[in-house]
């Protein structure tokens, strides 16, 4: 009996899990860049140092000049100013580089972890969730992490560093009045908590606005000829046009919050500094400081006001961080494809078994296949026929364990294929698709592709030979090197498919999958196509799904599927002779190549 299929759920329902703990795993990322972070931590505690050291120069000059012993202190004074300015540029310089490293680092492990998850999830993702949305979470959502991590983490330590000095220095000057400054912070502290919620709350709109942006658009390049064909380039740009406005709206929303936070936190600061130089002026608290105290008091409390005010700003960037990084998160702990197998083996010889197989596919109504029972022996062909949606496909995706089955078994050489290790099952099945996959990279690159990527050329040349593909490929002016373009688009059709029976051909696997090879190409294409396939075919066990029955009729076994049932099953002759549902599918498509 198979496990049960894993069904992925692209919202993910998950009991809510805190913002700052999403944070701290966020954070756990940097543990690998510790010694940047420490340098970066150095350089801002050099610049927020600065900041009281500026309040306490100006208190020395404003005493030097009440005294009156400018004189003495004339050449000192502008090379302290200097030095505090030095410092705080060597201090700035060390946080923002070292921060940015450490940004960057986190960004890079998060994106290549993503990618190998991605690599690893069952087939049943890929189908569940738009591709535009998938590349805006390898892409949107990491670049709102490097904000939360570069901006976020520079001011709250920069600035944050800042605000402990200069309340330090405060508390040195006037313990009292400085505590009546502190009495403004629970207040800023309301402000910017109702604001968090709302940052984070916009931020996850915006992503899913922006998710669908990237849908729209991905959807309409590839399919940018039927678009132009049937006319829908009005109704493309309809789509478009919705999804950027659900994006402009849930950030113009964003930025409203944040324009409002600001002017409000400086407003509560203005009246705290109000009261604060009332009380100032108050002969019993002010009589024991100087003028440079009193100046330097004050300066201080006014330099107090930029730093509050961009530690209150980067509230919106850390919750677009930690709103990425839900999406980031929930990503990385989907569960991979289940492999069990602990069976090795180096080849199989072919044998194919299938016993009382059913499958639906996840969240289906219907079931796929409904109690397959096939026999296939080692280098036989298997053909499966039927009406589009009947399940041919199904069936051929279950033996390289694309899905997980409900019921029954399918079995290779005698051993279910869960016993067996995934990487050494797919080891053994070569597959050619009628909606042939090519990379952007050259022809070499796409026919040893993947574990066949450094096979020497010859090699390489035999396998396009076997596959009617050399002629062509050596009329091109790069030969071997010629880049295919996006998914082959600088190629036709049959070169696509071509090339696709040569990577097979030169994986030599026992077990061949078929899928409608020919279908989709003209005559002169099938005949070169279907000798490189019967070439490709011999001494192998086959699967082969077809399209045209005069492609098959050589076939072993021929299995018409209905509806996810094997409703007839046996050799060419011995369907026509059954006058069955072969033998009408026969004679229509005889009729219609007639007409």
């Known amino acids: 009996m198979q496990e049960d299929k894993t069904e992925i759920d692209t919202v993910s329902p998950k009991a809510p899990v805190s913002g700052m703990k999403i944070y701290f795993r966020l954070l756990g990322h940097v543990r690998s860049s510790w010694h940047y972070l420490v340098l970066s931590v150095v350089g801002y505690m050099i610049y927020a140092a600065m900041e009281p050291a500026l309040a306490a120069l100006l208190k020395h000059i404003v005493d030097t000049v009440s005294e009156g012993s400018i004189a003495e202190n004339r050449h000192m004074i502008p090379l302290a100013i200097l030095a505090v300015f030095v410092a705080r540029g060597i201090g700035t310089f060390l946080g923002n580089y070292f921060m940015a490293k450490v940004a960057n680092n986190v960004v890079y492990d998060l994106r290549t972890k993503m990618f190998n998850k991605l690599v690893r999830l069952p087939s049943s993702y890929y189908h569940s969730i738009p591709t535009g949305r998938l590349l805006a979470k390898l892409t949107y959502d990491t670049e709102q992490v490097i904000g939360s991590i570069t901006q976020a983490i520079r001011v709250l330590l920069r600035e944050g560093l800042t605000v402990v000095g200069l309340l330090g220095y405060m508390l040195y000057m006037n313990w009292r009045l400085s505590l009546l400054f502190l009495l403004v912070v629970p207040l800023i502290g309301l402000v910017v908590a109702y604001a968090s919620k709302r940052f984070r709350k916009l931020s996850t709109r915006i992503q899913n606005a922006m998710g669908g942006v990237t849908d729209v658009a991905s959807e309409a390049i590839k399919g940018h000829e039927v678009v132009k064909i049937f006319g829908g380039s009005d109704y493309e740009i309809g789509r478009f046009h919705h999804a950027a406005h659900e994006n402009r709206r849930s950030q113009l929303k964003m930025e409203m919050t944040r324009a409002l936070n600001t002017p409000i936190v400086q407003f509560i600061l203005a009246i705290m500094m109000a009261i604060l130089i009332w009380f100032a002026l108050s002969p019993s608290i002010s009589s024991h ?191 071997l090197d010629t880049m295919v373009g996006e998914n082959g688009v600088l190629l036709s059709g049959g070169q696509r498919q071509r090339i696709a029976i040569a990577r097979a051909i030169l994986k030599n696997a026992p077990i061949l999958i078929l899928d409608e090879a020919t279908s989709a190409l003209d005559t002169e294409s099938e005949r070169a196509i279907q000798a490189a396939l019967d070439g490709l075919m011999a001494n192998r066990t086959t699967i082969a799904i077809a399209h045209r029955l005069s492609t098959i009729e050589n076939a072993d076994i021929i299995a018409v599927v209905d509806h996810g049932e094997i409703i007839e099953q046996g050799s060419h002759n011995e369907l026509l002779a059954l006058n069955g549902a072969y033998a009408q599918l026969h004679n229509q498509q005889f009729t219609e190549t007639a007409d």
């Open 289 to 479: 400081m100087s003028p440079g105290d009193f100046i330097a008091f004050l300066t201080a409390a006014g330099m107090l006001g930029k730093p509050i005010r961009q530690l209150t700003d980067v509230n919106s960037i850390l919750q677009k961080g930690i709103a990425a990084s839900y999406s980031i998160f929930d990503f990385l702990d989907l569960p991979e494809e289940v492999d069990q197998g602990q069976t090795s083996v180096n080849r199989f010889k072919g044998d194919i078994e299938w016993r009382s197989v059913s499958f639906s596919y996840p969240k289906a109504e219907k079931a796929a296949l409904k109690n397959i029972n096939l026999s296939l022996p080692a280098g036989k062909t298997l053909a499966l026929v039927g009406r589009s949606g009947s399940g041919k496909s199904t069936i051929a995706n279950l033996m390289p364990r694309f899905y997980n089955i409900d019921e029954g078994q399918i079995s290779i050489d005698g051993i279910s294929i869960d016993d067996y290790k995934l990487t050494e099952l797919r080891s053994n099945i070569a597959l050619v698709n009628q909606q042939v996959i090519l990379f952007n990279g050259t022809i070499r690159d796409n026919i040893a592709y993947g574990h066949l990527r450094k096979t020497d050329d010859k090699e390489v040349i035999e396998a396009a030979i076997a596959a009617n593909a050399w002629d062509f490929i050596q009329e091109l002016d790069q030969g």
